[in-house]
């Protein structure tokens, strides 16, 4: 006689599908938050070492720079 498994213990692929794009997005996030927050931090040691250089084309370009990237 075949047995019967519940569906409700049954975890169907479009469920699996949904929890790996949710992760998937959730890495994809965390990456770019991290990114964003290097790149503002090597700016702004970038923007001190023009400031301590005295050279003002340099920080007004990196001025623009962070003003581009937020």
Known sequence: ???LIPTSSITFPFEL?????RIRQE???QASQTHRANM???LQRR???ARAKGD???IRLLEAEANYIG
């Open 40 to 42: 503002q931090k090597n």
């Open 47 to 49: 923007l001190e070492a």
């Open 1 to 3: 006689m075949l047995e």
């Open 27 to 29: 890495s994809t996030a």
């Open 56 to 58: 003002e084309a340099l």
């Open 17 to 21: 599908m949904s929890n790996m794009n």
